[in-house]
Nanobody, 115 residues
């Protein structure tokens, strides 16, 4: 059983930055991929960014060039640096880990971008 805990969400003005962190209770290299999804009110949960065991990253088109995913294998954490935030980035952000098609999710952290 793996547990994930996100931190770092909050309220930020448009154009600002936030950094999210996800603590994973197991070695992150046990998983095929780790990353972040988000879900805005009334919308489906969508992939934001991921990094696979080989280090390959993948980003949603809407965040490319603004968000950066990284991992720390010594601390078993996954981070998401979010820059130039927009109101449409407002959502609950969920950390996940994946083995084949099996996902485990964190409880989520709220990110609100508003003036």
């Amino acid at each position: 059983q793996v547990q994930l805990v996100e931190s770092g969400g909050g309220l930020v003005q448009p154009g600002g930055s936030l950094s999210l962190s996800c603590a994973v209770s197991r070695n992150i290299f046990d998983f095929n991929a780790v990353g972040w999804y988000r879900q805005a009110p009334g919308k489906q949960r969508d992939l934001v960014a991921s990094i696979n065991v080989g280090g390959k990253t993948d980003y949603a088109d809407s965040v490319l060039g603004r968000f950066t995913i990284s991992r720390d294998s010594a601390k078993n954490t996954v981070a998401l640096q979010m820059n130039t935030l927009k109101p449409e980035d407002t959502a609950i952000y969920y950390c996940y880990v994946r083995i084949l098609r099996s996902y485990t999710w964190g409880p989520g952290t709220q990110v609100t971008v508003s003036s």
